[in-house]
C-alpha cells in the first residue's frame, strides 16, 4: 500500500504524540516513586476523548482517527506491543523464592486466588451485570472475566516498584514475585478460556476449527478451544525450553547463528501463529515463548533477550500502553459509583484472602498486611486483562473504564504504601538483619 506524503505525516504526529507523552509522563511518575507503566496511561489518557477530546474533539478525531492508516498503523502498534509485552512477562516466568518460603508463596497463591475469584463469582450473580457484557453477549465469558478482575496480581509493575525501593532482592519481594508468578500463569489459562468463549472478528473460526467445521458459539466450539487452550499449555510449558534449547544449537539453524535477536523474534511469531492456527487468542503464543525462552544462557542469547525487551519497552510497549489510556473515555464511559464499590470490594477481597493465606503460612501480622498490599497491585496484566476482554467484545466500554482504572488505582496504593514503609525502616516481614530494611 502507497502512502502520500500527508498519510506519513499523520502517522508520525500520532505515533510521535503518544511515544513522546507515554515517555514523558511515564517519567515524572518515576519522580513521583509510582509506576512508569500508570504514567504511560496516563499519557494515553490525556491525549483520548477524557482531555484532549473534550477540549478539542474535532482536533482530536483528526488526530487520532478511528479508521484509515493512522488507525491501521495504531492497531498494529498495538498487537505488536502486546505481544512483546506477554513475551517479556512470560521471560520473568522462573523460580523466585527459596527454600523455606515456599510454604508462604503456596499458601498465599492457593488462597489469594481461590477466594477472591470464588468471591467474584458470587457478587457477580447478585447484581445487574447487563451494562458490563460487550458486543459479544456471553455471560459466562463475562463472569470469568469479572472474578479474574478480582484475583490478578501484577508481575511488572510490583516487580517495578520493589527495584526502585532498593528491596528486590530481599525475601519478601521473593515471596511477593513468587506468588505473582504463579498466578499470572493461571489467570492467563483462565483468561484464554474465556476469550475462546467469544466469537472472532467476522464470526468465522479459522485453522483447525475452520477445518473441523466448527461454528461460533456452539458447544462443541466451546469444547475445543478449551480443550486446545490447555492441551497448549501443557505442551509447550514441558517441551517448549527443549524444543527452544534444541533448535538453537542446530547447524541448520542459520537464523539462531547469524542473529539471535531475529530467532528469538521468529521464535515468538511461530508460537503465535500456532495459535492462531489452533484458534487459540495469539498473545498466548509470545507468552509461552517468553517462558520457553528464558531457559537460553549465555551472553550472546541473554544479550538477544535483553535487547528484544529493551527495544520493546523503548518502543512498542509504552505506546501499547498509551493506546490503552486512548481508548478510555472518563467523562461519557465511566460510572464512578460502580467503579467506587468494584475497587473498595476487590480491594477487600484480595487483601483478605492474602492476608489469611499469610498468616496460615507462619507470616507475622506485619509481612501479612504488607503482602496484602504489595499483591493487590494489578498493573500490567490487570490492563491486558481489560483491553483484550474489550477488543474481544466480552465486556463494555464502561467496565473497560473500570477495569483500567482498577488497575491504576491499586497499583499506585501499593507503591504508596510499600514507599511509606521502606522510608520509615520497619522490616516488610520478619527475615534475616541484612534483608530487614532497604534504603529507597
Known sequence: MQLSGADIAALLLAVGLLLGTAHAVGHLFTLMHQPR?????????????????????????TVFPTEGPVAAV????????????????????????????G???????????????????????????????GSAQ???????????????TSIPVISRIMFDLGIIETSFARIVL???????????????????????????????????GLEQGTTASMVFHVSATLAFFVVVLTLGPRSFRWSRRQRWNLVATSNPIAYHLLFIFGATLACVFLGITPMFGAFLAGI?????????????????????FAFFIPVYFAIVGLQLDLVRHFDLL???????FACAAKAASVY?????????????????????ARGGPGIVLASVTYAAGIISQEFFASLVMLAIITSLLAGSWLGHVVRSREPLRDEPAKEATAHP
Open 338 to 344: 460502580f467503579f467506587t464499590w468494584f475497587l473498595l
Open 292 to 312: 520457553a525462552a528464558s531457559v537460553g544462557h549465555g551472553p550472546r542469547v541473554t544479550h538477544a533477550r535483553e535487547s528484544i525487551k529493551s527495544f520493546s
Open 138 to 152: 456471553n455471560r459466562t465469558a463475562l463472569l470469568l472475566v469479572f472474578g479474574l478482575a478480582i484475583a490478578v
Open 37 to 61: 507503566v500508570i504514567g504511560e496511561i496516563v499519557g494515553g489518557l490525556l491525549l483520548g476523548p477524557t482531555v484532549f477530546g473534550t477540549l478539542a474533539p474535532q482536533l482530536q478525531a
Open 103 to 133: 510454604r508462604v508463596v503456596g499458601l498465599v497463591t492457593v488462597i489469594g486466588v481461590v477466594l477472591p475469584f470464588a468471591a467474584g463469582l458470587l457478587l457477580f450473580q447478585v447484581f445487574d451485570s447487563q451494562s458490563l457484557l
Open 178 to 212: 513468587g506468588v505473582a508468578v504463579i498466578e499470572d500463569i493461571v489467570v492467563y489459562v483462565v483468561l484464554a478460556l474465556a476469550l475462546g468463549m467469544v466469537a472472532s472478528s467476522g464470526g468465522q473460526e479459522v485453522g483447525v476449527p475452520s477445518l473441523l
Open 74 to 101: 495504531l492497531g498494529w502498534n498495538y498487537q505488536i506491543g502486546l505481544l512483546l509485552l506477554m513475551f517479556a512477562s512470560g521471560a520473568e516466568m522462573r523460580s523466585v523464592f527459596r527454600r523455606g518460603e
Open 356 to 376: 489469611l493465606g499469610a498468616r496460615l503460612g507462619g507470616e507475622s501480622p506485619r509481612g501479612a498486611r504488607n503482602l496484602a498490599v504489595a499483591t493487590n
